[in-house]
């Protein structure tokens, strides 16, 4: 049985460290939400005073759905403390107040340990620790099983159209491995309809259509290919001219219909989704 001991052990972690994992669910946002949008790291230097520290932290968040199952991100080593209000700042995290809110507490010079980088997010492990806290001391003595390890290009498994919520990067590893992702393409292809693009640091949409061959496949792998606009003249002028604008873009779906639907009803749900979130007055739509 796989568990995270030999995970640990493989990747160079000293039999004798003093090791805690971190279970974290944010109360600023969803734990998918802090991972996908690269905070995670910055939320997790900052505990209390009473915080007893660590040789390294090992850092998962919860699988929604599923108690029993948490989804390994990285390991890091602690180079030592700092002082909570004069530490660095990282002028892009969103919650500057962390960084004098309890200022009695203190924070974390971590390192990410380069040796697990390749399993962020596509492992899987049994969490056999209560989840009322979210840190606790690892226990060598209680394997957690490794429930899942997806292979290197693939993504979950297709969770149903009304579910699909994705970042650029997991819409461009699910187009761009189709082998690892059969599901996702069987799925997406099959299908025509509405999608929506939506910018999460300011809330603005985009209402776009799947009308062409391969259905919502083909159409979003022309985002792919454009690098996060499609050609959309609105989206392409952000894309290029914000730096980090596409790491805010998520793809979701709001209306399936079916692969031999004519091109007049799908332009006409299209229209009418626009006008029902305002697209064309607040969001990213000029026609």
């Known amino acids: 049985m796989l568990t995270l001991q030999h995970i640990l052990a493989v990747g160079g972690i000293p039999a004798d460290a003093l090791v805690k994992l971190f279970r974290h669910k944010p109360k600023e946002g969803s734990p998918e939400d802090a991972w996908k949008n690269k905070w995670l790291h910055e939320y997790e230097r900052m505990h209390g005073a009473d915080f007893k520290v660590p040789d390294y932290t090992v850092t998962f968040i919860p699988v929604p759905g599923d108690a029993r199952s948490v989804r390994f991100l990285w390991v890091k080593r602690v180079e030592g403390r700092l002082n909570r209000v004069t530490m660095p700042r990282d002028p892009s995290y969103p919650f500057q107040r962390h960084y004098t809110h309890h200022s009695a507490g203190l924070a974390l010079n971590l390192t990410r340990v380069r040796a697990f980088d390749d399993l962020e997010g596509r492992t899987l492990v049994e969490w056999n620790y209560p989840t009322r806290s979210y840190d606790y001391w690892f226990d060598r003595n ?15 498994r297709f969770p149903g159209y009304a579910k699909v919520f994705l970042t650029f ?14 599901d ?23 209402i776009g259509k799947a009308a062409g061959v391969h259905g919502f496949l083909g159409r979003w792998t ?41 091109d007049a009803d799908i332009d006409a749900l299209e229209t009418l989704a626009k006008r029902k979130l305002g697209t064309r007055i607040i969001g990213l739509n000029k026609n």
């Open 142 to 156: 209680k394997p957690m099983p490794v429930l899942e390890l997806h292979a290197p290009g693939s993504f979950e």
């Open 184 to 206: 996702w393409h069987a799925a997406l292809a099959a299908v025509k309809g509405i999608y929506v693009v939506t910018n999460t640091n300011d809330g603005t949409d985009y």
């Open 169 to 182: 990067d997991e819409l461009r590893t699910i187009v761009s491995h189709p082998s690892k992702n059969r």
């Open 222 to 262: 022309e985002y792919v290919k454009s690098g996060g606009h499609g050609n959309n003249l609105e989206l392409r002028q952000k894309v290029v001219g914000e730096r980090g604008y596409v790491d805010g873009l998520r793809w979701s779906i709001l209306h399936v219909l079916p692969a031999d639907s004519p």
